[in-house]
């Protein structure tokens, strides 16, 4: 089955650096990729999606990057914010399928 | 627009006993997911649900059911209760089976 692998697992920046999460998948047929951030005691907030027929998306201080050849995705976080202090998980699906398969989480601290 | 609420938020059970758990989805959505988060196993996938029926289900034992309502709320249930079922569980809607996923706070169960 679908398989995501996130690293890494933990990322401390300082604060004004830029932070840079990735992922790979192991089912060459998915086709939707979200980042999700989560915070302390709140569900998952989506921040930026990617779809397979696109391989770059930017909102503000986000971008994802998409490399379907290699299976691989990229949450890019510039000029990061202590309020970006949280644990981001990627995604990718199916297109068969709507369920979500998770990678393990990355923990970003940005000190101030 | 209101987001996804889940109910309780917090619950503790004791080994052996079942729990019913309660999620509204976003107005207008018709498809309702839910998900286990663990610090062991991370977020995974239990099922989706879509005009009331099952379209999806992930490798859960059968102790794990849930249904939809004809107003797309869900609940799922969780019967003879193991302490292994100690986790977050997340409540994500949309709007169809491949569109965006947006999470619930969840609910956090501790069984004892």
């Known amino acids: 089955g679908e398989n995501v692998e996130q690293h890494p697992s933990t990322l401390s920046v300082q604060e004004g650096d830029s932070a840079v999460i990735k992922c790979t998948y192991s089912?060459?047929?998915?086709?939707?990729f979200p980042w999700y951030k989560q915070e302390l005691g709140k569900g998952p907030q989506l921040i930026i999606d990617?779809?397979?027929?696109?391989g770059e998306k930017k909102d503000q201080r986000i971008a994802v990057t998409l490399n379907k050849t290699a299976k691989h995705f990229s949450l890019h976080i510039t000029e990061t914010q202590p309020e970006d202090s949280a644990v981001y998980f990627c995604a990718a699906t199916l297109p068969t399928s709507g369920k979500l398969i998770f990678g393990q989480g990355t923990t970003l601290q940005v000190k101030p | 627009k209101a987001g996804v609420t889940q109910t309780p938020r917090y619950l503790i059970k004791t080994r052996g006993q079942q729990v019913t758990l309660s999620c509204s989805p976003i107005s207008g959505h018709r498809s309702v997911s839910w998900y286990q988060q663990t610090p062991g196993q991370g977020l995974q996938f239990l099922f989706e649900y879509f005009s009331e029926t099952q379209r999806n289900k992930g490798n859960f034992p059968g102790r794990f059911s849930g249904r939809q309502f004809s107003n797309s709320r869900s609940e799922m249930n969780v019967s003879t209760l193991e302490l292994g079922d100690s986790a977050l569980y997340l409540c994500?809607?949309?709007?169809?089976?491949?569109?965006?996923?947006?999470f619930g706070p969840g609910t956090r169960l501790l069984v004892l």
């Open positions: 994500a809607s949309s709007s169809g089976q491949k569109e965006t996923q947006y």
């Open positions: 990617i779809r397979s027929n696109v």
């Open positions: 089912d060459s047929a998915s086709n939707y």
